[in-house]
């Protein structure tokens, strides 16, 4: 009896195995990892083996740079004082000192320009990406963002027909569609 469900959990985990999940398939591409969407999508965008490498060398390089500025931000994150407990009441709120604001503005800043880094990597590397795709491959990348955004809207959308909100309410069954 033992062996028989020992031997059903190992079909039902090869079942499994070789069943592929989509899931990755239906996210939209990551803005600071483009490389990783367009390498998911490579059997619909009919991508080279050629192809593959510089994207696969396109995100490496764009994994090391980005490795120091997240260590970066995450020092930012762990210099910075943690956050004041909400004010309970007959408490006076404490005002900054302003050593506190310029130590808080400078953090802001420092977190801006970080992160203005973190976009233009993801920028460099998306337009890096989409300059290793022919024309065509270019265009299937570009319909395949597409209907990912579609669907993600759509999916987030009630139906004409179905109910939108609570009783009482400008949305839902009954309501003018325009």
Do not use: C, W
Request: charged fraction near 20%; hydrophobic fraction near 35%; charge should be positive.
């Amino acid at each position: 009896m033992q062996r028989i469900a020992f031997g059903l959990v190992l079909l039902a985990s090869a079942v499994r195995a070789q069943t592929p999940d989509t899931t990755a398939l239906k996210q939209p591409m990551d803005p600071e990892n483009p490389t990783a969407f367009i390498i998911l999508h490579r059997s619909e965008l009919k991508l080279a083996d050629s192809q593959v490498t510089q994207l696969q060398n396109i995100g490496a390089s764009l994994a090391m740079r980005m490795r120091s500025v997240k260590d970066s931000l995450d020092d930012l994150r762990s210099a910075a004082p943690p956050p004041r407990a909400p004010n309970s009441p007959g408490v006076p709120p404490v005002p900054m000192t302003p050593e506190q604001r310029d130590s808080l503005l400078a953090t802001r800043r420092a977190t801006a320009r970080l992160l203005g880094e973190v976009h233009d990597a993801g920028r460099t590397a998306r337009e890096q990406a989409v300059a290793v795709l022919n024309p065509d491959q270019q265009k299937k990348l570009q319909s395949l963002q597409d209907q990912l955004a579609f669907e993600a809207r759509m999916s987030h959308r009630p139906l004409i027909n179905e109910r939108g909100g609570p009783p009482g309410t400008g949305s839902g069954a009954g309501t003018r569609p325009y």
